[in-house]
């Protein structure tokens, strides 16, 4: 048998009430993406706002579904409280300090928003995460093995901020917020991908997603928002330097699960 094969069937054919949820919400983020363009040449620019804050709720609602098919509710919430209370604090830091993102400010775009972060921003990072755990798992293996935590959380950090070389250049471009000296990648500071890295990787200790045995929905997550985001940026929002490095990183990482995790389907391990 093929390893495509034994990665196909790592997916279940019969989904139960928790799956349906999951994969629902997701069909209906897709759609709500699949739409956003076409409500844009509409519309025209004023729909960005609305139209992001819809799409990154009902993300987030896709992952949060698939969490509780994992752990069920309380640790879903307990995971998204971590989340959401971590990455605010970090953004209000951060954008009144410099530190650990760079020297950055929210424009009034994005509404509501708390002591000059927007309350989407907390959504945003989860919406996101939960599927890096994921890619982490298929990579590492879930099987508990000494020092794994750490090195897990240090990949799920590398594994998220992959992503954040599709999304900083097109929020920035949108005016969502704005850097005091925008040069680095695409007018991105480096310093923001340390900070990126360095947020996920406690966010991620703090929450120890330690046992995932239904990593379907949050796979399917990512490789969704790797296929959107390169063909949205580079076809339809006019930046392919970002779409070109955002794919090829988020492309290495969604290889590197399939490779290690049909290798240990193949040799019978966890």
């Known amino acids: 048998m093929t390893t495509l094969q034994h990665f196909v069937r790592s997916f279940p054919l019969h989904l139960d009430t928790h799956q349906r949820w999951s994969y629902g919400l997701i069909v209906v983020w897709l759609l709500a993406m699949i739409a956003f363009p076409i409500a844009y040449w509409i519309e025209g620019p004023t729909i960005i706002p609305s139209a992001i804050t819809l799409a990154a709720v009902l993300q987030a609602l ?9 752990w069920r509710i309380r640790q879903a919430l307990r995971a998204f409280t971590i989340v959401a209370l971590v990455t605010w604090f970090a953004e209000f830091v951060g954008s009144k300090t410099g530190l650990p993102f760079g020297d950055y400010t929210y424009t009034d775009v994005l509404q509501p928003q708390l002591f000059g972060v927007p309350l989407l921003i907390p959504v945003a990072w989860f919406m996101m995460l939960p599927s890096a755990w994921a890619m982490a798992h298929l990579i590492l293996g879930q099987s508990p093995r000494p020092q794994r935590r750490l090195r897990f959380a240090l990949l799920s950090s590398l594994v998220f901020t992959a992503w954040d070389l599709f999304l900083d250049p097109q929020m920035v471009a949108w005016h969502f917020w704005q850097w005091a000296y925008p040069v680095g990648y695409f007018g991105i500071p480096w310093i923001n991908y340390l900070g990126w890295l360095l947020v996920s990787f406690v966010v991620t200790w703090l ?6 045995p239904n990593l379907g929905p949050l796979v399917v997550i990512y490789a969704s928002v790797w296929f959107l985001q390169s063909v949205g940026l580079a076809w339809f929002w006019g930046q392919p330097g ?23 389907s193949c040799a019978g391990e966890v």
């Open 62 to 70: 896709a992952a949060f579904t698939a969490l509780v098919f994992n």
């Open 242 to 264: 970002p779409a070109l490095f955002g794919s090829l990183a988020m492309g290495l990482v969604m290889f590197l699960a399939y490779k290690r995790s049909t290798a240990r």
């Open 207 to 212: 929450v120890n997603p330690h046992a995932m």
